[in-house]
């Protein structure tokens, strides 16, 4: 595939997913927190039904990258660790196979807290 239009693929899908997201939040009642668990359970969704490895392929990071890719992630560990270890593998899988980025975002969550001060939101 041309590599320009791979990128505009990956623009346009990723684009899209956020989109989506936007509209959640401006026309339901959905807070951001639920909203990011039902993308992260989509991802799940798609990756057990066998949709998301074809998707990954076609628009790239535009699927992988977001909270969907983070899902499939999960339920691909669960999956491996399963086949590897039975039962067991469905508590540890999981976050065996997502730990660098739970652990990155905890790390550069913990660095912005300290770098930069914080205010109380007003309403």
Not at 14 to 33: E, H, M, R, S
Not at 81 to 95: H, R, S
């Amino acid at each position: 595939m041309n590599p320009y239009v791979h990128m505009l693929l990956t623009f346009v899908s990723g684009g899209i997913i956020c989109v989506f997201a936007q509209l959640l939040i401006d026309f339901t009642k959905l807070t951001p927190a639920r909203i990011l668990v039902l993308y992260v359970s989509l991802g799940v969704l798609l990756y057990g039904i066998g949709v998301f490895e074809p998707m990954k392929e076609i628009f790239g990071s535009g699927v992988s990258v977001p909270l969907i890719g983070f899902g499939a992630n999960i339920a691909k560990g669960v999956q491996e660790a399963v086949d590897k270890e039975g039962l067991l593998g469905v508590l540890t899988g999981g976050l065996t196979s997502s730990a660098a980025g739970i652990t990155s975002a905890l790390i550069f969550g913990l660095s912005a807290s300290i770098i930069f001060k914080t205010k109380s939101k007003r309403m």
